[in-house]
């Protein structure tokens, strides 16, 4: 199946005419020509199309090429477990999935490595130990998105810290105009994800109104028991803010609640380093 194929597919689907699925990005006559295999369009306007009709770029170039599916679900599972990794404070977990990309052949090696380079130095706070030529590679990866989807979403989570507060809010803005009404339950666990670590380094700089927008959003999106772990996280945090503009201890009681929920279920580790942090900026 070629590009021209798929895209007369995702529209039919759509029940829209040529004109409609294309709005103003390219001519419904050179579009035509797409379909039938006659034209060829240039990748920033296919990336403008699918974003254009609310289409994820992963999901269309996975039925493009079905056979990279095995390869795509396996780069998504390692992504899991750093995350969780990451969560688990387990430094030793993350040096043994880097062993593994580096191991591996899959295509996005190199972006892979990208990723855990950078999740474990911020696992470890040594983000600032992390050469330049790193540094530079992921902010202007993530600066340089078109269109989000949950590859870069992940990038960009779990290097936050590599940017001041202002681009971090710019992004996160670009995120949620984007995907804010997104039903896909990874998108919305790495909104909310992007949405609490933003809260974490706002409270540090005591800048809590920048942060009360990004609040509302995560309030909005619906709990089901995949976002339990984020909605929680994001909870402890969004107390925390009450608490500095009430100064009512119900609010420190509630991120108590929260941190001892994240004990119970085994993120002991993790629940040691919450305590800390609301110890420290109450």
């Known amino acids: ?162 940017y001041d507060i202002d681009s971090n809010i710019l992004l996160t803005h670009k995120i949620i105009k984007q995907l804010q009404n997104s039903t896909d339950i990874d998108i919305q666990n790495s909104i909310l994800a992007i949405i609490t670590n933003l809260m974490v380094l706002c409270i540090e700089d005591k800048r809590y109104d920048a942060v009360m927008t990004f609040v509302k959003v995560a309030d909005s999106i619906k709990i089901k028991p995949e976002l339990c772990f984020c909605k929680s996280v994001f909870l402890i945090f969004k107390n925390l803010i009450n608490f500095h503009y009430t100064n009512q201890k119900e609010y420190l009681e509630a991120c108590q609640k929260g941190i001892d929920f994240l004990s119970f279920i085994g993120m002991t580790e993790y629940s040691k380093n919450l305590t800390e942090f609301v110890n420290q900026n109450k």
């Open 1 to 162: 199946m070629d590009i021209g194929e798929l895209l007369k597919q995702y529209r039919t689907r759509a029940n829209k005419t040529q004109k409609e699925w294309v709005g103003t990005i390219i001519s419904p006559s050179f579009y035509s020509k797409v379909e039938q295999g006659a034209n060829h369009i240039v990748t920033n306007d296919l990336l403008d199309l699918l974003d254009y009709n609310n289409i994820l770029p992963e999901q269309f170039f996975n039925e493009l090429r079905p056979k990279r599916q095995l390869e795509y679900e396996f780069e998504q599972e390692l992504r899991k477990l750093m995350s969780n990794a990451y969560y688990q404070n387990s430094t030793k977990e993350l040096e043994r999935l880097k062993q593994v990309i580096e191991q591996g052949n899959l295509p996005n090696k190199n972006n892979l490595l990208l990723i855990i380079t950078g999740v474990i130095a911020l696992a470890t706070n040594n983000s600032k130990n992390l050469d330049q030529e790193t540094i530079s590679i992921i902010k202007n990866r993530i600066f340089s998105v078109h269109s989000f989807d949950k590859y870069s979403l992940r990038i960009y989570c779990s290097s936050m810290r590599l």
